[in-house]
Every structure is written in structure tokens, then in C-alpha cells.
């Protein structure tokens, strides 16, 4: 069943914590709409924190890459504010 909730398309599951990250993007309203694909994963699972990364703007806005370990989740958003997302995600989630 295809539903939205707080501008989530909900038709895929979406990686475990991270369903907060995508909605703190709603909320400081980067994006209007997040659109998450499937998930893939290793057999040989890694456990790790969330983040998200910037992968390419597309028409409508932009692919983003969820990742928790060594799962990786496509997350397509809508968004007119393409710049300003992009480097939200890169000081957010710069590596150390």
C-alpha cells in the first residue's frame, strides 16, 4: 500500500533509523516530497549509525544514498532547493 506521512512516500520500508533523518530534511524544509527506493545489503551485515550522501540532482530534485553499515537505501526527494540540500548533507555528514 502506496501512502504519504509527514512527506514520506511510504511504498518501501526504509532503513532502520533513518526514517528521522529523511523527515528532519521535511522539516527544515529542504525537500518537499521523499520518494525512498529498495534497500540492498550485504550477507556480511556491518552495524553503524545513519547518514545520508549526496548522490546527483535529477529534474524533480535529487538521489540521495541512506546508509546504516553496510546497507544501502536509494532515496529520491522533490525538492527546488537543490543547492541548499546538497550542502546540508555534506556539512551534516562530512567524515572526520
Known amino acids: ?9 511510504k511504498e ?3 532503513i532502520e533509523d533513518g526514517e ?11 525537500v518537499e516530497a521523499i ?3 529498495r534497500i540492498k545489503t550485504t ?3 556491518q552495524p553503524g549509525n545513519p547518514r545520508l550522501t549526496f ?10 544514498l541512506l546508509k546504516k553499515g553496510s546497507t544501502v537505501q536509494e532515496v529520491f526527494v522533490i525538492t527546488q532547493k537543490k543547492e541548499e540540500l546538497q550542502k546540508y548533507i555534506k556539512e551534516k ?3 572526520n
Do not use: C, F, N, W
Open 93 to 95: 555528514y562530512k567524515k
Open 20 to 30: 528521522e533523518l529523511l523527515e528532519d530534511l521535511v522539516k527544515k524544509g529542504l
Open 55 to 64: 548522490q546527483y540532482e535529477t529534474q524533480s530534485g535529487a538521489k540521495l
Open 1 to 9: 500500500m502506496k501512502y504519504r506521512k509527514k512527506g514520506i512516500k
Open 35 to 37: 520518494i525512498p527506493g
Open 12 to 14: 518501501h520500508h526504509i
Open 43 to 45: 550477507p556480511k551485515g
